[in-house]
């Protein structure tokens, strides 16, 4: 047996697997050269045969917590995450202090989305071994996914000081810059880059927190040396095809939106066709993606620009008619006198600190960074329920309306993104679509009163938009003036925008898109 573990030990796998092959011929009861054998296989990716061979261990000794995770690791490697979680939930059973089994079975989960169910994993699992930091690192990630950002910094926070390496910055960067602290994000990803000169994420991701501050020289540094490491990195091909995108360069950016691959990548080439007048491609391109019956934010504003620009009926179903589908309602709670929630909300607002975000679009204001709905103040926590509450109620609005935006509205939401927006003298959004939302909205907390005009500072929806190509202005319009406390829902697909406004007053609210939970289509 001890030059067989050698073997083992010493990285020579076939050789150990033939070896142990050997001795079974002559004691084939050995539960413990099953295991060796099993482990053997394993290590050299023949993860169907150690499945077989574990199995044979356990029926000569079933009572080896051991062999049950061995079995659930080249289970999970098969893609049987159920049949694997039953092995590490028996092997826990057997020898609870099995601390790797707690943080398997936190792994599987997660991936399942089953994000509250890993996390109690992941917590045994550092209650059994303190010192587990890769635990305290994806405890940290599913805390993130859940909106829980403070718990993640934390939990990321105790797994770099027990060991300091790339990955554990780079986490901790992501949450930090989820709760809008650019700056501090930014030293984290630099961390990273100073352990791993190759981080190609690390790279791209300084770039986006360049970009969000508006240094979009450095940004594009960032997304070079990126795909100088990984020419395939998709984030930073998608990134840079939204940067020659918003700069007007289609055709390039077509090339790196084909590259990356990354989300709504077919989406951003058919924009791409669009904008250069390549009307025949897109229309093929249209309808072959339409058939899919893929929610598409993108694609919805995509097909149905084309039908009403060229007449002809829209061939996506998801959401044909989304101006139908603009709600403007009213939050009680901020709108009632001396609101105590809407005092609370301008105080939060102007003295939390709250990076900034620079975006192109905005004019003569300032746009918080972060989601801000998922910060830890009561007051974003409440209105966060609020909100929440008016969604359900949209949806029951719409409820039975033939369209696949309602049909298929998740039961569960998350906010993908909530941000402030403080406008003065002169402040506008200009016209634009939400491509990663489901829905979106906002909320208006302080409002000019010395208009000139009553529109002035309200909201305005179209079905054109963004400088689409238009071969005729027969598009519908609608503008929707606001009072303090109101709340406009609508379809993400839809081009929305603010009217200029031109006395010396504030106009302050909270924007928002909620998309369908982790795991809920």
Known sequence: MQPLLQLLNGGRLAQAEAGARQLLQRYPQDFVLYNVLGVAQEGQGKYTEAAG??????????????????????????????????????AIALNPRLAVAHFNLGHALQQQHRYSDAAESYRKTVTVEPGFHEAHGNLGTVLQKQGRLEDAVASYRRALAIYADALGHFNLGTALRDQGKHAEAGDCYLKALALNPHYADAHNNLGEIFRDQGRMDDAIKGYQTALAINPDHPNANYNMGEFLYLAGNYREAR?????????????RVLACLYRTGQYDEFRDRLHALAATGKPSTLLAALSTHYATNFGVANPYGHCPEPMALAYHGRIDELAEPGSPLLAELLRDISHTAIAERKQGRLYYGIQSAGNLLKRPEPSFQRLAALIRQQVREYRAHYAGLDCGLIRDFPEEIEFSSSWYLKMTKGGHLTSHIHEEGWISGCVYLKLPANKQDETEGAFAISTDGDDYPRRHDGFPNRVIVQRVGDIVLFPSSLFHRTIPFHSDEERVCVAFDVKPAPGVR
């Open 53 to 90: 061979t574990y199995r044979q261990a356990l029926s000569i000794e079933p009572s080896v917590a051991e062999i049950h995770f061995n079995l659930g690791v080249v289970l999970a490697n098969l893609g049987q995450i159920d049949e694997a979680m039953a092995c590490y939930r028996r």
């Open 255 to 267: 090339e790196y939106f084909q590259r990356s691959r990354f989300e709504d990548w077919q989406e």
